[in-house]
């Protein structure tokens, strides 16, 4: 890779353009989110103590939810669209353009800089799980995106731990129980040309992505319908072009594997 003439933007451009406004438009999404997650909690909370597997069972689903989630999103970020788009480009897609360019940029971020966006992001979807009727399917599903918004809250936190040189005692045992994003899992990620690996979560579902070419699969069908070229705006052109014409990784050989 390295060959690819790879183009990132400028890091220090990349952090004046978190403004004023953005931090404002963070704390409310955090103050937003409490209410949100609070209001379903209490509505399904009943229903938790009356089946608690049910709930369990809801909650891991959830959980390796939040985990796909945060590739799609990650990958739709790195993937499409400029920094200087209004409003998603300032809020959302600036940090993981930062991000590419320095890594250790989140581990100086604050909690609310850290934690905005995601809130932003599951705070209509926990609403409108609040919302739901009664139910036992209703409410597995309502369980389900409490976890699923739950992990979402706790994901660039973990993320901003697996990049941590010295994170606490007890974040390096859940890293090495695979509860929580492990650094040398994530480390894929942060090899250029960063196309693949893309949860960030727990990371449990990145290799069975990456080996059925899933986030490749759907790069190649918007590219053909839009003609954009998959993260022209994170690496430059002419590296992105050779990306997108890179051979789909090998699929397991079963009579060796299986
Ligand atoms: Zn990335
Ligand atoms: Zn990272």
């Not at 183009?7 to 406004?21: K, M, V």
């Not at 400029?82 to 930062?98: D, M, N, S, V, Y």
């Not at 699923?148 to 936190?157: D, S, V």
């Not at 990049?163 to 090495?176: E, F, G, K, T």
């Amino acid at each position: 890779m390295k060959d690819l003439e790879i183009r990132q933007r400028d890091r220090r451009a990349l952090r004046e353009a978190y403004s004023r406004a953005v931090r404002n438009f963070e704390i409310a999404s955090i103050a937003g989110y409490a209410l949100v997650m609070a209001w379903l909690l209490m509505s399904i909370a009943p229903r938790i103590a009356e089946n608690p597997f049910l709930a369990f069972a809801a909650f891991m689903v959830g959980f390796i939810a939040a985990d796909f989630g945060s590739g799609f999103v990650h990958w739709t970020a790195d993937t499409w669209g400029t920094a200087e788009w209004p409003i998603i480009g300032k809020a959302l897609i600036r940090p993981f353009r930062e991000h590419h360019v320095d890594e250790k940029e989140i581990t100086r971020h604050d909690f609310v800089e850290t934690n905005g966006n995601n809130c932003f992001i599951s705070s209509p979807v926990a609403a409108i799980a609040a919302l739901l009727p009664d139910g036992t399917v209703w409410f597995f599903l309502a369980a389900m995106i409490f976890a699923m918004c739950l992990a979402i809250f706790g994901t660039n936190q973990f993320h901003k731990w697996a990049h941590m040189d010295a994170p606490p005692r007890y974040v390096q045992v859940l890293q090495r129980a695979n509860l929580i994003l492990p650094p040398e899992h994530h480390a894929v990620h942060h090899t250029a040309p960063h196309a693949k690996y893309y949860c960030i979560t727990v990371g449990w579902l990145n290799e069975a992505l990456f080996r059925l070419r899933f986030f490749q699969t759907l790069e190649k069908i918007i590219a053909h319908l839009t003609g954009l070229i998959p993260r022209e705006d994170d690496i430059g052109k002419r590296a992105a072009l050779v990306v997108a014409q890179q051979p789909p990784p090998p699929l397991p050989d079963c009579r060796r594997s299986c």
